[in-house]
């Protein structure tokens, strides 16, 4: 079956990073053909772990579903070698994530392009505190101390020149706003807030089509390969 051509009784099995969730759950409450299963955000940290995490869900559902998508990007090599085993998979062609919160892999190349020292929050990194300013004070404080916690975390991000807040519409902006705003003030950078209340790429996810200029299809037993990015 063309991807292209998303019949509405497919069963699909979504696997995707907890940082979509807002976004996901808001569009599969009432789908009943859509399963989702969520996988700790923190992989991003360990991508060479994800592919087997991932690969663990594909095995158990294969064959019990109509079609497996991924909700993940290339995310530094981390879906590598994921197999699709027995039927066919979605994958989006995006390297990164933000991606699909701005829409599609172009909108992000060309927000990357004109603004390269972004660093993007979304409601599922403030939800669970993977601001800079929350992972400074639940992770790097009680590991270093504030002085050094603050340190590092400023040297990690000295080459950063905007927070840039993605208003996707699931979640109520005032309390995300300051968030943003408070770690652009501590970390002197520019704030910038882009509103994305479509939702067009997760759209896609959970209901298809699946382009080719946005999606990747893997035969059953095709295997992710980093070229297939490029």
């Known amino acids: 079956m063309n991807p292209e051509q998303t019949r509405v009784h497919d069963r699909i099995a979504l696997i995707a990073c907890q940082v979509m969730e807002p976004e996901i759950e808001k569009l599969t409450l009432e789908q009943s053909h859509v399963k989702t299963y969520y996988l700790d955000q923190n992989l991003h940290r360990t991508p060479k772990d994800m592919a087997g995490q991932i690969q663990e869900i594909v095995d158990r559902i294969d064959g019990t579903i109509d079609r497996i998508v991924l909700g993940y990007g290339?995310?530094?090599?981390?879906?590598?070698?994921?197999?699709?085993?027995?039927?066919?998979?979605?994958?989006?062609?995006?390297?990164?994530?933000?991606?699909?919160?701005?829409?599609?892999?172009?909108?992000?190349?060309?927000?990357?392009?004109?603004?390269p020292g972004s660093y993007y929050l979304t409601p599922g990194?403030?939800?669970?505190?993977?601001?800079?300013?929350?992972?400074?004070?639940?992770?790097?404080?009680?590991?270093?101390?504030?002085?050094?916690?603050?340190?590092?975390?400023?040297?990690?991000?000295?080459?950063?020149?905007?927070?840039?807040?993605?208003?996707?519409?699931?979640?109520?902006?005032?309390?995300?706003?300051?968030?943003?705003?408070?770690?652009?003030?501590?970390?002197?950078?520019?704030?910038?807030?882009?509103?994305?209340?479509?939702?067009?790429?997760?759209?896609?996810?959970?209901?298809?089509?699946?382009?080719?200029?946005?999606?990747?299809?893997?035969s059953p037993g095709e295997e992710i390969r980093q070229e297939m990015f490029i």
Request: aromatic residues 12%; glycine residues 6%.
């Open 74 to 115: 290339l995310c530094s090599n981390g879906i590598v070698g994921v197999n699709a085993r027995t039927q066919e998979m979605i994958v989006p062609r995006c390297h990164d994530c933000i991606a699909f919160f701005l829409g599609s892999p172009q909108a992000y190349l060309d927000d990357f392009h004109s603004r």
């Open 125 to 218: 990194w403030i939800a669970e505190r993977k601001d800079p300013l929350g992972i400074i004070e639940d992770e790097y404080v009680p590991r270093y101390g504030r002085e050094t916690a603050e340190w590092a975390k400023k040297e990690e991000l000295k080459h950063y020149t905007h927070i840039v807040l993605v208003n996707t519409g699931v979640a109520e902006l005032e309390p995300m706003r300051k968030v943003a705003i408070e770690n652009a003030q501590f970390f002197k950078m520019e704030y910038l807030e882009i509103e994305r209340e479509s939702r067009e790429f997760f759209m896609k996810l959970v209901h298809g089509p699946y382009p080719s200029d946005d999606f990747i299809t893997l």
